[in-house]
Structures are given as structure tokens and as C-alpha cells.
């Protein structure tokens, strides 16, 4: 008689709403797990170390929240690394990410610019793309300005903690500026990449090189911790 009644307090737990709900969370968690021969063709595929391909499939899991191993734009936007970013929309556009379908080996791929060991060039190359709205290969003053008006949009009453920016950054107040002061800041990064006195009308990727390649903090900005 009493391992009936323990049988069937078990049932009746078992079919309560609350353990029901706590069953499915852990079946759904252990779905989204990332098994080792995904993990082995991820270490081949990519750039990151152990520690930090381990730290961004650990991110991607807590944000997979139905653990079918797919996350939106939105979802990934939510990672500490890029909430609070103003350039996290356009990073996303030029790594590729896809709206709402994105699987971790795609992840993976999209972000290994981002790692402390992916090549210089690499990096620059992708710094470039971001600044390259219009895609056609130069940065344009209209390029520039709207990059620049980017950065700013969020950063207008955010106090700069760092004095020692270089290159684009380095030159822009964090205030509210107008047209002509844009455009007066765009001259100058111009001036100072293309070294044209009379004004560039456009900057290759080759001047852009030439500009960033001795800058540290350059190559930090597209370092992201995991």
C-alpha cells in the first residue's frame, strides 16, 4: 500500500504544470547543445581560440532560448558585447547576419573577424566595409558622414572615457553637430588619409590601410571579448 501512494504522488508530480514546464526547459536546453563534432568543424573553420570559441557557443546557447539551435538578429543583438553598441546593426549587415535564421556554425563564421587572432588585414578589410555604406568599394564624404553620424547618435551625452582614440574618432567632439560641422570633420579625415590639400573626393581601401594599419586601438574596436 505504501509504494502505491508513492507511485502515485510521482504520477501526480510528474503531471503537474510547474514539473512539466521544468522537463520541457531541460529537454529543450540539452537539445541546444552544441555536440563535439560541430564543435571540432567549428575549430577548423574559424580563427577562434578554445577559450573564446567556447565563451561565444556559450553566449549563443543562452540566447537560443528554444534550443533549436537557430537565433535571429535580434536575439544576437542582446549579447552583452553588442547591446549597448550604436554600430551593432551595421557589423551585423557586413558579417552577414541573416534576420532571423542564424545557426552557430554561420555565427561562428560571421564573427571570427572579431577574435584576438584573426589577421590584421582582415580586420581592416572589414573596418572598411563598415565605413563603406554604399558598398562600391571607396569611402565617400557621404560614407564618412553617415558612419560618423552612426557613432554619434548614442554617444551625444555619453562621456568619452578614453582621451587616446586615434584616426576618425579621435577627431569628433561627442556633441550634437550640425551639417557643415559633419562635413568640416569629414574634410579633415580626408585631408589627414589621403594627405590631398585641395580634398580627396573619395578613400581607397589602400589609403584607408595606410592610415589604420599603426593604430592599436583600431584593430581593439574590432577585438571582441566572448
Not at 502515485?8 to 522537463?23: E, F, G, L, T, Y
Not at 554600430?87 to 554561420?106: P, Q, Y
Amino acid at each position: 500500500r505504501r509504494l502505491k501512494k508513492m507511485h502515485m504522488k510521482r504520477d501526480a508530480i510528474s503531471k503537474s504544470p510547474r514539473a512539466s514546464d521544468n522537463v520541457h526547459r531541460r529537454r529543450k536546453k540539452r537539445q541546444g547543445k552544441i555536440d563535439k563534432e560541430t564543435l571540432e568543424d567549428l575549430k577548423m573553420q574559424s580563427q577562434f581560440q578554445n577559450n573564446e570559441l567556447k565563451a561565444l557557443i556559450r553566449e549563443y546557447e543562452m540566447i537560443d532560448l528554444d534550443g533549436d539551435n537557430l537565433v535571429s538578429w535580434e536575439e544576437l543583438a542582446t549579447m552583452p558585447q553588442f547591446r549597448n553598441n550604436p554600430l551593432t546593426d551595421r557589423l551585423f549587415e557586413v558579417c552577414g547576419i541573416n534576420a532571423k535564421e542564424n545557426s552557430i556554425m554561420h555565427v561562428v563564421q560571421a564573427f571570427k573577424v572579431f577574435s584576438a587572432q584573426a589577421p590584421k588585414k582582415e580586420k581592416i578589410q572589414f573596418g572598411f566595409k563598415v565605413i563603406d555604406f554604399n558598398n562600391d568599394g571607396t569611402i565617400s564624404r557621404q560614407d564618412l558622414i553617415a558612419y560618423l553620424k552612426l557613432i554619434l547618435e548614442d554617444e551625444a551625452d555619453a562621456e568619452d572615457d578614453d582621451d587616446n582614440d586615434a584616426g576618425i574618432d579621435k577627431l569628433v567632439d561627442k556633441t550634437s553637430l550640425s551639417n557643415a560641422e559633419f562635413n568640416e570633420i569629414a574634410s579633415h579625415v580626408f585631408l589627414e588619409m589621403t594627405g590631398e590639400q585641395d580634398g580627396a573626393s573619395e578613400i581607397t581601401l589602400e589609403k584607408f590601410t595606410n592610415m589604420v594599419s599603426f593604430q592599436p586601438d583600431f584593430f581593439q574596436k574590432y577585438t571582441i571579448d566572448f
